[in-house]
């Protein structure tokens, strides 16, 4: 059973009682992530994300490592560009401490120069080791022509420039203007009392300041070409089309029409650039909303002396699908995405998010059946519609290791 109760501040507290289970997942989601940020503090929302661990409540980084690992528990963070969340796993019994743990990253971060410009490398290493990664750098790249110099545009984790910008001001700043109560959820699964989330809530997040965040400014999607580095063993290819928000009401058309192309190996791409011709080890196509635009994304990594053949073949079979995207190939995606969504619910952690993600897009509660009735209702002249429309629109393009006559 789903339970929701909003405090008078504004904070939406929510539980999907799971009683079998011993375990329990508890996280904190914020609607604001690094598209929130100003430009010249890229990185900003991701490296608030890394300091609140380094000090809390109190605690240094090790006893917060401590405090939730003598338990059994596992404490983690994750930063998006629509959002951000942190998040408990660990024992019912243990609950109180999750939360505790979470309110104290959140309410009391320590916020030091020394161990702020000691994470500052930590992050440096990180971005380094993603520009080391083709695979992992060609998105930022993707993101980067699909919207240009808006937010959604930039890397969630900043650059040298505007890592080196941000100071402990910073910081406290963000916290003050981004983790309000309105645009905040405490969400727990599993082996969870509605209301002794409600009391632990209550006592925990009382000094969040009220009030939401501010929306961020309307993205558009520009479209453009970007040729990164040639010297790789392996050329990668990114394609992204402008599509759907996630509220849109061709959204899950949209959404099958992209698993139907390259969403598995029985899809389009994986059939005929992997098995028939043996042009990529990795090619698939993905669909992912924000909330105020989509962006359809297919990538393949193939061998350069191959790059040529595997992005025409690519071209010929998304010129192609929309208009040939058969009954039979909407049956088995839909089937594949009910799927997808009911297996990921199978775990404590898998619920909380489903419902802090659904809570954060609808306000409200949403049974998983009226996305299950929602993909039902998909025809499958609105799947083709769906894919005409984004392919018919501008597209952007990056490429890293592709032969120089190739990458244009």
Do not use: C
């Not at 700043?173 to 309000?180: E, G, I």
């Not at 009401?249 to 005929?272: C, E, I, K």
């Not at 208009?323 to 039979?328: M, P, V």
């Amino acid at each position: 059973m789903m339970q929701l109760t909003t405090l008078p501040s504004g904070l939406s507290v929510a539980t999907r009682a799971m009683p079998a289970l011993e375990t329990v997942a508890v996280g904190l989601y914020a609607d604001t992530g690094s598209r929130y940020e100003p430009a010249r503090l890229n990185g900003l929302a991701h490296l608030y994300e890394h300091m609140v661990f380094k000090g809390a409540g109190g605690r240094s980084a090790r006893e917060i490592s401590e405090a939730i690992e003598d338990v059994g528990g596992d404490l983690n963070a994750a930063t998006e560009r629509d959002g951000t969340h942190f998040m408990a796993s660990l024992m019912a019994e243990h609950l109180p401490l999750g939360v505790s743990l979470i309110a104290d990253l959140i309410l009391r971060p320590h916020f030091t120069l020394e161990e702020l410009t000691r994470e500052k490398d930590v992050v440096l290493q990180e971005l380094g080791e993603a520009r080391d990664t083709p695979n992992d750098i060609i998105f930022d790249d993707l993101q980067s022509v699909a919207f240009g110099d808006q937010p959604l545009g930039r890397s969630i984790l900043g650059d040298e420039a505007s890592i080196a910008e941000i100071g402990v001001a910073d910081l406290h700043d963000w916290r003050q203007s981004q983790y309000r109560a309105g645009s905040l959820a405490l969400v727990a699964a599993g082996k969870v009392d509605h209301e002794a989330l409600v009391a632990l809530a209550e006592a925990h997040f009382a000094d969040l300041p009220h009030g939401t965040i501010a929306p961020p400014d309307e993205a558009h999607f520009t479209g453009g070409d970007r040729v990164g580095r040639t010297a790789s063993d392996q050329a990668h290819l990114a394609l992204a089309f402008a599509g759907p928000a996630q509220l849109d009401a061709d959204y899950y058309a949209a959404r099958l029409f992209a698993d139907a192309v390259g969403g598995g190996m029985s899809s389009r791409l994986f059939q005929q650039v992997r098995e028939d011709r043996g042009l990529a080890y990795s090619v698939y196509a993905s669909l992912h909303p924000y909330r105020d635009i989509g962006l359809l994304s297919i990538y393949a990594a193939t061998a350069r002396r191959q790059s040529g053949a595997a992005a025409e073949l690519i071209e010929t079979i998304i010129a192609d699908a929309a208009g040939t995207i058969t009954q039979r190939e909407l049956d088995r995606v839909r089937t594949q995405a009910k799927a997808g969504l009911l297996m990921s619910m199978e775990s404590p952690w898998g619920q909380a998010h489903y419902v802090a993600r659904q809570l954060s897009l609808h306000g409200r509660l949403v049974d998983p059946r009226e996305v299950v009735a929602d993909l039902e209702a998909v025809t499958l002249d609105q799947v083709r519609a769906a894919g005409a429309k984004m392919l018919s629109g501008p597209r952007a393009r990056a490429t890293i290791g592709f032969p120089a006559a190739r990458a244009a």
